[in-house]
């Protein structure tokens, strides 16, 4: 399913924790307002998308998940997750799910955190090591997947 890429699977997310909760919203899991709460973690997710996003087409570097990596980028938010863009697209959803604030959507949250965690990132990851080798060890070494140093 290599036409499903991050950004679209975010999209599909966000359209379905939407319809759940206009649909089928379960409970109210968290008292109104909490509209402020919920967009400061998204706007956090959007820097968190759109900077590295930036860094990469400065750069020339691929950003396509299935397409062949073409650099490896190591600085910026780089320095501290090896994947600030999914992790940027997860805020997002989870600002989207507070400021909703009922228990259904966060379902699709959880399905693209397993999409990132369980496919997303491992293909890329495995396309990484071969083709940067040593250096992509050693990055890999020194900084988590989702968030901090080693």
Known sequence: MTW?????????????????????????????????AGLAVAVAGLVLT??????????????????????LVTDGFFAISRNPMYLGFLLVLAGLWIGLG?????????????????WYIPFEEKRMAEQFGEDYRVYRGRVRRWLGRK
């Open 4 to 36: 499903l890429l991050p950004p679209h699977l975010f999209l599909l997310c966000a359209a379905a924790m939407a319809a759940l909760h206009l649909f089928w919203p379960v409970a109210r899991i968290i008292p109104e307002p909490v509209w402020p």
């Open 102 to 118: 009922t228990l259904s959507p966060l379902l699709p949250v959880l399905v693209f955190l397993m999409a990132a965690e369980h």
């Open 50 to 71: 759109v900077v590295p996003a930036r860094l990469f087409r400065r750069r020339s570097v691929n950003i396509r998940t299935f397409d062949a990596p073409t650099g």
